[in-house]
């Protein structure tokens, strides 16, 4: 087997969205380099997130045994394991919370003045009050903010001629047991597994432009 492809891609914004889709089945001889693999994840590392918090982590896995392993509780979706790289979407539940310290140190990153510190962390306490005072609405938050890092992750992939299949049908306590996390700090969001597709997709079929966009002048 093939421990990285000699693939050289690097597709156009346009050419990438169409070359994206749900690839269901992956080559298994073909891996993807690390260099490529570097840059598909450091699009997530570098996407927006609400109050520049950073709240998603991403937890890569080639081991053949612990993709297998996830794949037995993700109801059996082979593209789980026949995968070049299984990315595992984390979001963070203590990064958000106020007294753990890091939304402070998140906005003292900024250098500013302490009074502008104080200003946009008394902010973002009122938001907490009035909609993160729980564990699961922090997590429905975090994952939120996790999906719009993977939309970029996915895209960047297809620059690099790689597929994706961002996947939800997994058992989420099961996940976190095998990567044993401490769930009162991260839970997982979503399996992503990354390669190449073994067969040309079918015709991306969307709804017309004029359905999916309304202007307001």
């Not at 969205?17 to 690390?34: G, I, L």
């Not at 297998?68 to 790289?85: D, L």
């Not at 990354?194 to 079929?205: K, N, P, S, T």
Request: net charge negative; hydrophobic share 35%; aromatic share 10%.
């Amino acid at each position: 087997m093939n421990t990285t492809t000699d693939i050289q891609v690097n597709k156009t914004f346009e050419e990438a969205m169409n070359f994206r889709h749900a690839c269901k089945k992956f080559d298994e001889s073909k891996k993807v380099s690390d260099e490529d693999i570097r840059f598909i994840l450091n699009a997530g590392r570098i996407s927006p997130s609400s109050y520049g918090l950073e709240t998603s982590r991403y937890i890569v896995i080639s081991n053949e045994q612990l993709k297998e392993n996830i794949k037995n509780v993700s109801y059996g979706q082979e593209q789980v394991s026949n995968c070049s790289h299984l990315v595992i979407v984390i979001s963070s539940i203590i990064d958000a919370k106020i007294d753990s310290g890091i939304p402070r140190e998140r906005f003292e990153r900024l250098n500013m003045p302490k009074e502008n510190i104080d200003f946009f962390l008394d902010m973002y306490s009122s938001y907490v009050d009035q909609h993160l005072y729980t564990d699961e609405k922090i997590y429905a938050w975090a994952s939120k903010q996790a999906y719009i890092g993977v939309g970029n992750i996915m895209t960047a992939a297809a620059v690099k001629g790689v597929d994706s299949c961002a996947i939800e049908g997994f058992e989420k306590e099961k996940v976190e047991e095998l990567l044993d996390l401490d769930t009162s700090k991260e839970q997982v969001s979503l399996v992503l597994p990354l390669g190449y597709r073994v067969r040309d997709q079918r015709e991306q079929i969307r709804l017309d432009f004029d359905k999916v966009v309304q202007f307001i002048a």
